[in-house]
C-alpha cells in the first residue's frame, strides 16, 4: 500500500508534483472499514482469466500542476499529429518512422490522418520537469478504469474532510460510450445506435467490457466480434453477418494487427477508405502508437514540422532517441559501451515486451541486444530513472510513472503506475493508482 513520498536517492530521487500531505490523509481512510472495502473493489485486469489485481490507493497531484500538464498534452497531441499527416509525404521522415511490411502499404494508402485517443506515458523528474518514455494511440487501457475508481473514492475522501480538485471527463461511468459516440458523429456526421466491439477472441476483454458497459449506458445496441469475422457488403462497407457495421471500438494490439493483416482484407479496407470508424483510424494507430515517434520528436533536424511554440515546450522533455538501425559506428560504439544510459525498445511492442534496460542487463547481453535492435530498427533512448515513492513505513521504495490520457488533445484521464520494476506495466508488476488533478 503505497504511504508517502520519499526523496531518498536510491536509483532516482523523489518528484515533487505529488501531494504527500494528501497521501497521509488518504491512507488513513483507507485503514478503515469503509476504507478497505472500496479499496478492494476496485481491481483492473481480466477477472474471468484470474488475472484481476486491487488498484493502489489515490494519489494527487499538487495545486497548480493541471493547467501545465493540460498545456503539455495538447501540444504533444498536436506534435504526433503533425508527423502521422506528414509521413506519408516526407521520405526523411519515413527512413526514421519504419513499419513491418504487413503494414506500410496500408499506412500509406489510408487518408485520415488525425488521432484522435492518445496515452502519453511520462517519468517525471526530480527537478520538476517531464521525461517522455512512450505514447499509446491503439485503445490505452487504465484510462475508464481509473475514472471509475476516482469517482467511488470521491464521496468518502469528502465526507472525511479531504478536499478534492474537480473531476475529469473519465470519471463519468458512461464515457467510454460517451467520446467515442462524439467523435464518431463528428467524423461521420452521424451518431450511432449500434457499435461494434472488434477484438480477437483471445484477447484480454477488460477494456471490451468497459465499453460494453458505457455504451449500453446511453442505449447504443452493441455487438461483439473478431476482426477476421468481417466481409465486405455491395457499398464497400464492412459487413458481419450480412448486417452493415459502420462504427466501432477496435482493441487490436500491433502484435495482433501485424500477424493477422493478411486475414484482416475486409476490416483493413473498410477503415482505411472511411466506410468504417474506428478510434485513431490506420495511419494514426500504426505511426502514433510507434515507439520510434521519439526518434522524430527528439531529432532537431524535424524541427520544421512542428509548431514552434509545441516544440518549445514539449521538446525538452523528449530524452535523446534515435533509430538504432540509422546510427553511425561511433554513435553504435557508444551506446554499447554506455548500456546504464540507454534503453532499447521495438517499435511497436507493448506491455512491456521487446524493451531492453542497459542498467538492469549485463554487459555481454547488453552487447548482443544492441546488435540485434540496430539490425531490426528498435529505437534507442536515453535511460531515464524513474522516481521513487515509499512503499510503507518501512517499506522499501518503489519506481513510479505518470501517465495522462487525451480525446483530440484534452485531457481526460491520468494515473500512476508503482512497482519495484523499472518497467512498470500493468500487464507485468505494476500497480495502478488513479489520479486526482
Known sequence: MLLMADDIDADGAGWSGLDEEFTRQVTAV????????????????????????????????????????EAFTAAYHRMIEAVVAAWEHDPRLRRVLTLPESLRAQAAAARDTRVHLIRLDLLPQPDGRLGVLETNANGPGGLAVV????????????????????????DDDAWTGRWLLDLAEQHTGQRPDTVTLLYPHRADRNAVRSYQDGLGALGVRVLHADPRELGTGADGAATLDGEPVRHAYAKIGMRDLQQLAGELGPYLRAVREGALFVQNGLRARVIGDNKLCLAVLSDPRFAGLFDPADHRLVQPAVPWSRNLALCDGPTLRRIT???????LKSPLDANGRGVVVGPETGDAAWAEAVARAASQGWLVQEYLPSPRLRGGPDGPPVHHDLALGAVNGRL????????????LNVARTGRLHPLYL
Open 337 to 343: 559501451r554506455g548500456r546504464r544510459r540507454h534503453v
Open 147 to 170: 475514472g471509475r475508481a476516482r469517482a467511488a473514492w470521491r464521496p468518502l475522501l469528502t465526507r472525511h474532510g479531504i478536499g478534492l480538485p474537480g473531476p475529469l471527463p473519465a
Open 30 to 69: 483507507a485503514a478503515t472499514p469503509e476504507g478497505r472495502t472500496l479499496a478492494e473493489a476496485h481491481t483492473v485486469g481480466d477477472p474471468a482469466a484470474g488475472k484481476a489485481r486491487p488498484l493502489g490507493l489515490p494519489l494527487c497531484l499538487r495545486p497548480g500542476a493541471r493547467e501545465e500538464l
Open 412 to 423: 481526460v484521464s491520468a494515473f500512476v503506475r508503482t512497482g519495484h520494476e523499472a518497467r
